[in-house]
Structures are given as structure tokens and as C-alpha cells.
């Protein structure tokens, strides 16, 4: 079994930075693509960012230029740091990972979550 662990949410005021982490615990092959993902209160989950393995990033248009995705695959470990944070940016930020878990099986996983809120 494999857990994702999010953590670095918390009240930042606009304009302010914040770095998000999610590190994968538990028994794989490695872990492929990564992502985070984030959902506002009575709106859809929006894939923000993501970093494949071979660690080429992507991400949503509400966030080029602000936010920025990476990895450390020897820490099992994708990270989103979040700059020029604005109130829209409030949401809750999940993490979702492609683990290999055997030779040819490649399994999603979620993390819980972990509030972010830009306000002053």
C-alpha cells in the first residue's frame, strides 16, 4: 500500500508564497507522473500542476509564471511552490501520483488534502 502525505498549507496573505509538499510512503517501483491538484468551494476539482519522471513540468493557465512543480525522486517527494498567491488561489490542494507497484501496473493514489486560504 502507498500513502501520500501532503503538508505546507496554512493562511497567507495576498501576494504571499507558500510551498506545498507531498511525499509517498510505502512499497513501489518508483513512482511516474505526479500532480497537484486543487478544488474551490462550489467549483470543479482543476488540475493545477504536474512533472512527469523524467521531471518536464505543465501546469494550468490560472498559474504559469506563479506557481512552479518539481521532484525529488530520492525522497519520493513532489513539491509546489506557490508565489504571488491571490484570493482565488484559495482551495484545497490534493496530490495525485502514478506509483508503479509492480513491473507492468501502474496505480493512482490520492493524498487527503491540505487547505490553502489567501487573505488578508
Known amino acids: 500500500q502507498v500513502h501520500l502525505v501532503e503538508s505546507g498549507g496554512g493562511l497567507v496573505q495576498p501576494g504571499g508564497s507558500l510551498r506545498l509538499s507531498c511525499a509517498a510512503s510505502?512499497?513501489?517501483?518508483?513512482?511516474?507522473?505526479m500532480r497537484w491538484y486543487r478544488r474551490s468551494p462550489g467549483k470543479q476539482r482543476e488540475l493545477v500542476a504536474g512533472v512527469s519522471a523524467a521531471g518536464t513540468p505543465s501546469y494550468a493557465d490560472s498559474v504559469k509564471g506563479r506557481f512552479t512543480i518539481s521532484r525529488d525522486d530520492a525522497k519520493n517527494t513532489v513539491y509546489l511552490q506557490m508565489n504571488t498567491l491571490k484570493p482565488e488561489d484559495t482551495a484545497i490542494y490534493y496530490c495525485?501520483?502514478?506509483?508503479?507497484?509492480?513491473?507492468?501496473?501502474?496505480?493512482?493514489?490520492w493524498g487527503q488534502g491540505t487547505q490553502v486560504t489567501v487573505s488578508s
Open positions: 510505502g512499497n513501489s517501483f518508483g513512482i511516474n507522473y
Open positions: 495525485n501520483a502514478d506509483v508503479r507497484i509492480s513491473s507492468q501496473i501502474l496505480q493512482n493514489y
